[in-house]
């Protein structure tokens, strides 16, 4: 290929630092299987109303990407330390473990419960972080239905 006359394009950083809000995430094996299951916990203040829309983003991308690379086969996501009244587009929603019906609670704290109703299936949330991880792992546990 010929690239005399040829000038670079004029390229323009793209930060992915979309977002204030930080997030850990782990992963444990799940006793008496040969399955692991993982937690992603996301601390900050989620924006309000269309100005949360990148929170949601990244949140979003934070737990495809979690699921994508460890394998789980269920999922906590603990949201106590994300101040969050309102927003759009807020999804807990990991596609790769949604498409096999795995487990998933979400971890709530209290004074924040009512606002998630509007975002989070109520069967999905709880305030008990035993309850979550309980629920994971007997789920993972129980026999599939053939």
């Keep these: 290929m010929n690239t005399s006359g040829f000038s670079l394009p004029k390229l323009e950083p793209v930060p992915l630092n979309i977002s204030k809000i930080e997030s850990s995430c782990w992963k444990w094996r799940v006793s008496k299987t040969n399955h692991y299951?993982?937690?992603?916990?996301?601390?900050?203040?989620?924006?309000?109303?269309?100005?949360?829309?990148?929170?949601a983003l990244y949140i979003r991308w934070t737990l495809n990407s979690f699921c994508d690379v460890a394998y789980v086969s269920g999922l906590v996501v603990d949201l106590r330390?994300?101040?969050?009244?309102?927003?759009?587009?807020?999804?807990?929603?990991p596609y790769s473990l949604r498409e096999r019906g795995a487990p998933i609670r979400v971890?709530?704290?209290?004074?924040?419960?009512?606002?998630?109703?509007y975002v989070i299936d109520?069967?999905?949330?709880t305030t008990s972080e035993?309850?979550?991880y309980?629920?994971?792992?007997?789920?993972i546990r129980a026999p599939k239905a053939r």
Aim: charged share 20%; aromatic share 14%; with cysteine.
């Design 107 to 117: 971890i709530v704290s209290p004074e924040h419960q009512q606002a998630y109703n």
């Design 37 to 55: 299951a993982g937690c992603v916990e996301f601390r900050g203040t989620y924006r309000y109303g269309s100005a949360g829309s990148n929170d």
């Design 122 to 125: 109520t069967e999905e949330m």
């Design 130 to 132: 035993a309850e979550a």
């Design 81 to 93: 330390g994300l101040a969050y009244e309102w927003g759009d587009n807020l999804s807990i929603w």
């Design 134 to 139: 309980m629920f994971v792992r007997d789920a």
